[in-house]
């Protein structure tokens, strides 16, 4: 499997920001823990994350073809980025929507994921655990 863990804004300061949202785990314990993990079950795994919606929207173009599963948590892009969800789409990849916080019982803009559409997993609320949980699900689903 190749697969790209894909995340948006803010999740670089998971760790720092609020612990009770987003748990004490830094983001680079986050991608050790991932890292590991691949390694573990021979996954090609890779790592992206910016603030910028340009550069994630460059970025998934540059690479559309280079993933089969991607593991995105889009942070607040996740609810109004279409451009994103655009970019993502092309890709062809199998799509698992991550969020670490219960998106579902918080304000009522996070309820709306404009790639809930592409996005054949989503995991919500299981912190940072999720990624993982996304990862087998997808490797689950990699002969689909």
């Given at each position: 499997?190749?697969?790209?863990?894909?995340?948006?804004?803010?999740?670089?300061?998971?760790?720092?920001?609020?612990?009770?949202?987003?748990?004490?785990?830094?983001?680079?314990?986050?991608?050790?823990?991932?890292?590991?993990?691949?390694?573990?079950?021979?996954?090609?795994?890779?790592?992206?994350?910016?603030?910028?919606?340009?550069?994630?929207?460059?970025?998934?173009?540059?690479?559309?073809?280079?993933?089969?599963?991607?593991?995105?948590?889009?942070?607040?892009?996740?609810?109004?980025?279409?451009?994103?969800?655009?970019?993502?789409e092309l890709t062809n990849a199998k799509i698992a929507e991550v969020h670490i916080s219960d998106?579902?019982?918080?304000?009522?803009?996070?309820?709306?994921?404009?790639?809930?559409?592409?996005?054949?997993?989503?995991?919500?609320?299981?912190?940072?655990?999720?990624?993982?949980?996304?990862?087998?699900?997808?490797?689950?689903?990699?002969?689909e």
């Amino acid at each position: 499997m190749r697969l790209l863990i894909l995340n948006g804004p803010n999740i670089n300061m998971i760790g720092i920001r609020n612990h009770d949202l987003y748990g004490n785990k830094s983001y680079k314990e986050l991608i050790n823990e991932i890292k590991a993990y691949c390694i573990q079950k021979n996954i090609k795994v890779s790592f992206f994350q910016s603030n910028s919606e340009e550069k994630i929207i460059n970025y998934l173009q540059k690479n559309y073809n280079k993933f089969d599963s991607i593991v995105a948590n889009l942070g607040a892009f996740t609810h109004y980025s279409y451009a994103i969800r655009d970019a993502i789409e092309l890709t062809n990849a199998k799509i698992a929507e991550v969020h670490i916080s219960d998106i579902n019982n918080r304000e009522l803009f996070r309820k709306n994921s404009v790639i809930e559409d592409i996005s054949s997993i989503r995991i919500i609320g299981k912190g940072t655990d999720g990624y993982l949980e996304a990862i087998k699900l997808l490797e689950d689903k990699k002969d689909e």
